[in-house]
């Protein structure tokens, strides 16, 4: 594990309901505790302007063969429209700057907007157990983010995504209605 570091999970990552680390993938209900898989965890918040608190819109974990299975999913044209996406849009200097931060979640690593500024952002990390896998993410990310790569996605993809989630039970009624009109930026 040479390279990887392992961080106790930030309460910003905690759900909801319960306040507590999250033990279960939202997708398949696997058991996330036993540390089997790697798993990202987004969280979707809206800042409400009369008093700067933060509510959260959504929040869900994704266990690794979940994801995969959701990426398996997406047509070469998506993915291709992904990454040409990415490579134009992403400012990698942002990205490198960002591992020398001591709080990734002061702006967005995208566009590298602060926090302050936003009045909405997701925030996204990588777990396994209950540790945090430093590297890659956390990261914080404007919405938009999110709608513009969804405008990328072909309608075979958007279709396969529906039937994903479709297919699953173990979301609530109202996150699946929910990730209909306002899509994860990561499945
Ligand atoms: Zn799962």
Known sequence: MDGIDFEE???EFYSD????VFKRCTFCGTDLSLGLDTYLIEKSFKINPSNGMK???FEYAICSPCNLKKLEAMSEESIENIKKYISEHFNFLEFQLRNDNKDPFSKCVVTGIPVEDLEEYNIVGQFVGDKMIKG???????????????ELLSQKTKDEFDDFMNEITGVPPELKELFKIKRPVLI
């Not at 890659?136 to 790569?149: C, N, Y």
């Open 136 to 150: 890659q993410f956390p990261v914080l990310m404007s919405p938009s983010i999110g709608d513009e790569i969804q």
């Open 17 to 20: 309901l319960n306040q507590e």
């Open 9 to 11: 999970i930030p309460k």
């Open 55 to 57: 509510n959260t819109v």
